[in-house]
């Protein structure tokens, strides 16, 4: 069983920067495809940004520029770096690793940023 565990995130000033980190303890690691997403209060879970298993890398418009998705496959583990964070930015951020259109959830880390 996919168990996805993430670190990470807390309180950070506007114009601060947080990583967020997620082990991934299944298999096939090197073939998953992984992306973060966040969610605000009162919206939807949006996609923040994706990592193929080719390092293709994907970023929602509002966080380009801003946003380093990464991986290491030697470690199943997924990063993302955010810097320049805006008061925008504040939400839950969930990790989701995708393999043969099954798809797993981490169980989610708070960013807040104060403006």
């Known amino acids: 069983q996919v168990q996805l565990v993430e670190s990470g995130g807390g309180l950070v000033q506007a114009g601060g920067s947080v990583s967020l980190s997620c082990v991934d303890s299944?298999?096939?690691?090197?073939?998953?495809?992984l992306a973060w997403y966040r969610q605000a209060p009162g919206n939807q879970r949006e996609l923040v940004a994706s990592?193929?298993?080719?390092?293709?890398?994907n970023y929602a418009d509002s966080v380009k520029g801003r946003f380093t998705i990464s991986r290491d496959n030697a470690k199943t583990t997924v990063l993302l770096q955010m810097d320049s964070l805006k008061s925008e930015d504040t939400g839950v951020y969930y990790c989701?690793?995708?393999?043969?259109?099954?798809?797993?959830w981490g169980q989610g880390t708070q960013v807040t940023v104060s403006s």
């Open positions: 989701n690793v995708l393999l043969y259109g099954n798809e797993h």
């Open positions: 299944g298999t096939s690691f090197a073939f998953k495809t």
């Open positions: 990592i193929s298993p080719t390092f293709r890398r």
